[in-house]
């Protein structure tokens, strides 16, 4: 059994020796961020520093942070050694957090060629790869794989979703020398298969054969067709949708010449069953849209370079709205094995002591936010309480104010107080006697019209104010008054109305059956007369 453990050991081993590591960054070194060095192609290039960040899970787990709002960075640094994929595995991979909770800003990493002069470095710089996630806003958000094929910088041919909450996350991009592919994040495989067939970098393998003419007989429609066997039933009502309610009695109140010719009111037709049509049934000649067969593309050609990239650097240059994002663990290889590794032990081994350690901050934050909703809501209430014993106060000093004078007013003065003024008079001279008088006279004068004029002006103010109380009352009176009115008025031209016709109805019931017995008469008459005539003529004739 140990010799079994140690033969598996001594293979892993083997297995990493065969691979190599060509660019690995923890930023656990004090200096470790050195190695970033900015371009001299701008002056506007943000800082960047060491940071674990305000909660991490590991504890000597710093990472290179962007530290400036609203920036372009434009950082790079050279790997151990160049690497040339052709015929190995490439793999880059690192983590990001967006501690900031990002809004707008990049996250990735350019894969640049040994022939890079850091210095010059920008965005017009050409790279090999561009790797990493991209956000900005809710919609412009996406995972951006790009690959550069014959001086053309190619994007993913799929929108792969960013992770955009403010823990770390693992990104990884695999390709393989088979020209397949992986995209991973957090170690769960997000988009795979054959390079062409997701960078529209060649020619299709196959085309529609450009000779090929639709035979003449072709059906491509219509796809139903209706039921030439299916029959109208007899019974079936198509119209009319609407009749005349067989219900509806005209109402004896009714009057043509005021109300017009009545007519019953309209309802939907309960045999109507709309137009009828034949049911559809597909057509059996039908053989779909056609299209020209497919042949092999005589300009399809395999090419061996396809994803074989040339590296010599790994580079940031991003724009960032918020600064916070975090770059840790980067590495560059042609070992899948050893990056699962180190995946494993600088970032998986610590995510649930990272999301511990984001619940411990996120519980402090709101106690303190809760905190200062509480101190801002007893302040509000102190301030109002505040308010109201001020205005409380200055009421009742009003109100003292008021009375005191009331009493200066309405007492006489005591007969001591009197005395002593007297005496403090009889002992002045007569000329200060005089000038104190004056001024107190004045003085008394006026306050005596300062009082007046405040009180003058009280008693106007409640005046108004109840003048103004009782004309919106007069007002609401004579309102509903006249409202009261106006539905009064309403339904006595009702009832008039109704009267009327009832009236006029009665004078021509009357009139009728005057006419009647008017006519029965003068028949009545006529018939007499004449018998008489007859009678005389009988007479007439016997004398004759």
């Given at each position: 059994m140990r010799c079994s453990v140690a033969l598996a050991a001594l293979a892993a081993l083997a297995s990493s020796a065969l691979g190599r590591v060509y660019y690995e960054e923890t930023f656990s070194a004090p200096d470790s961020i050195d190695s970033f060095k900015a371009t001299k192609a701008r002056d506007d290039v943000g800082a960047i520093k060491l940071s674990r960040g305000e909660w991490y899970g590991n504890e000597n787990g710093s990472g290179l942070k962007i530290a400036e709002d609203a920036r372009f960075y434009a950082y790079s640094a050279k790997l151990k050694r160049p690497f040339n994929t052709k015929g190995k595995d490439f793999v880059v991979q690192f983590t990001v957090k967006y501690e900031q909770d990002i809004d707008c800003g990049g996250a990735y990493l350019k894969l640049l060629p040994p022939t890079l002069d850091p210095t010059k470095f920008d965005g017009d710089s050409e790279y090999e790869v561009m790797f990493g996630p991209d956000i900005c806003g809710s919609t412009n958000r996406r995972v951006h794989a790009i690959i550069n094929y014959n001086g053309t910088n190619q994007q993913i041919d799929k929108v792969i979703q960013p992770r955009g909450d403010q823990l770390t996350h693992q990104y990884t991009f695999w390709v393989k020398p088979d020209k397949t592919f992986e995209i991973r994040i957090d170690n769960k495989v997000q988009e795979e298969g054959k390079v062409e067939d997701f960078w529209k970098v060649l020619p299709d393998k196959q085309i529609p054969d450009p000779d090929a003419e639709k035979p003449e007989d072709w059906v491509d429609g219509p796809v139903m067709i209706d039921d030439t066997e299916d029959v109208k039933p007899e019974d079936w009502v198509d119209g009319p949708a609407t009749i005349s309610d067989p219900d509806a009695t005209r109402p004896e109140d009714w009057d043509d010449d005021m109300d017009g010719d009545w007519e019953a009111p309209v309802i939907a037709n309960p045999e109507f069953k709309g137009e009828w049509k034949a049911r559809q049934i597909k057509n059996p000649?039908?053989?779909?849209?056609?299209?020209?067969?497919?042949?092999?593309?005589?300009?399809?050609?395999?090419?061996?370079?396809?994803?074989?990239?040339?590296?010599?650097?790994?580079?940031i240059d991003i724009w960032t709205v918020k600064s916070g994002t975090i770059f840790n663990n980067l590495l560059i290889t042609?070992?899948?094995?050893?990056?699962?590794?180190?995946?494993?032990?600088?970032?998986?081994?610590?995510?649930?002591?990272?999301?511990?350690?984001?619940?411990?901050?996120?519980?402090?934050?709101?106690?303190?936010?809760?905190?200062?909703?509480?101190?801002k809501e007893a302040a509000a209430?102190?301030?109002?309480?505040?308010k109201k014993a001020e205005v409380k106060e200055d009421d009742v000093e009003a109100d003292a104010d008021v009375e005191a004078e009331a009493e200066v007013d309405a007492e006489p003065v005591p007969k001591a107080a009197a005395d002593a003024a007297d005496d403090v008079f009889d002992e002045l001279d007569e000329d200060d006697e005089d000038k104190v008088a004056v001024e107190k006279a004045a003085a008394a004068e006026k306050l005596a019209a300062e009082e007046a004029a405040a009180a003058e002006k009280l008693a106007a103010e409640e005046a108004a104010a109840a003048a103004e109380k009782a004309a919106a009352e007069k007002l609401a009176e004579v309102k509903a008054a006249k409202a009261k009115a106006a539905k009064a008025k309403t339904e006595k031209a009702k009832a008039d109305k109704k009267a009327s016709k009832k009236k006029a109805a009665k004078e021509a019931a009357k009139k009728a059956k005057q006419a009647a017995e008017e006519a029965a008469k003068k028949a009545a008459e006529a018939e007499k007369a004449a018998a008489a005539d007859e009678d005389e003529d009988t007479v007439a004739h016997d004398e004759l």
């Open positions: 000649a039908y053989q779909g849209e056609w299209t020209a067969p497919m042949i092999d593309n005589p300009a399809y050609e395999e090419d061996e370079d396809l994803a074989v990239f040339n590296i010599g650097y790994v580079g042609d070992d899948i094995d050893y990056a699962s590794k180190f995946g494993n032990s600088t970032w998986a081994d610590f995510v649930e002591s990272e999301i511990a350690a984001k619940k411990v901050v996120d519980d402090i934050e709101s106690k303190k936010l809760e905190e200062e909703r509480k101190a209430k102190e301030a109002e309480e505040n």
